[in-house]
């Protein structure tokens, strides 16, 4: 069974720029979680999507933004990229019925200069 | 207080002991918990899930779960240097779909 992928691994984009990140969930695994994982702050909920809806956003400024495709890929958007976005951006899947634990790709790693 | 607590370590263990991992919690609502193990640069892990009061086991692993005193814990029984990661613990957030992570415990295993 494939599990979450991710592309691409890495990225290097300036500041200013905008950037997509794209995530293929576990098949049969409706809901795409997003997190943003620093050294300093730990993995933070960027947003949850289930059945192309977005159930739950975290706190984000609306640079970040994501949606979900019918076969339940999933995209995040970073608009006017900033230093601070470098980050391990790390997407997981799941059946999305709240109590079980989500699986997660290998992440993208972005580098804003 | 944070939503979900851990110590950040390192916790240093010998090669074989048992090493304790420890989380506490601030909603007492909360159902279901997950451990994760992330190697140095690598994604999280999925190693345990538990969702009623007392252990479960598998394997080297063994999670406990204590609502009363809103504390989860993670043993892990002849530990290994292979075994030196981040543990981190997570719960949903309400009865949201929001998953919250822990700041992890740094394991050291000394061979």
């Known amino acids: ?113 | 207080q944070k939503e979900v607590e851990q110590n950040s370590g390192p916790l240093s263990v010998p090669e074989g002991a048992i090493a304790s991992l420890n989380c506490t919690y601030s909603d007492r609502g909360s159902q279901s918990f997950f451990w994760y193990r992330q190697y140095s640069g690598k994604s999280p892990e999925l190693i345990m899930s538990i969702y009623s009061n007392g252990d479960k086991e598998d394997g080297r692993f063994t999670a406990q779960l204590n609502k009363a005193s809103q504390y989860v814990s993670l043993l892990i029984r002849d530990s290994q240097p292979s075994d030196s990661a981040t543990y981190l613990c997570a719960r949903p957030r309400d009865s949201s779909y929001k998953l919250i992570f822990g700041s992890g415990t740094r394991l050291l295993v000394r061979p």
Not at chain 1, 19 to 26: A, W
């Open chain 1, 1 to 113: 069974k494939a599990g979450v992928t991710q592309t691409p691994r890495y990225l290097i984009k300036t500041r200013g720029q905008q950037v997509t990140l794209s995530c293929s969930p576990i098949s049969g695994h409706r809901s795409v979680s997003w997190y943003q994982q620093t050294p300093g702050q730990g993995l933070q909920f960027l947003f949850e999507y289930f059945s192309e809806t977005q159930r739950n956003k975290g706190n984000f400024p609306g640079r970040f933004s994501g949606r979900q495709f019918s076969n339940s890929r999933s995209e995040m958007n970073v608009s006017t990229l900033e230093l601070g976005d470098s980050a391990l951006y790390l997407c997981a899947s799941s059946l999305g019925q709240g109590d079980d634990g989500y699986t997660f790709g290998s992440g993208t790693r972005l580098t804003v200069v």
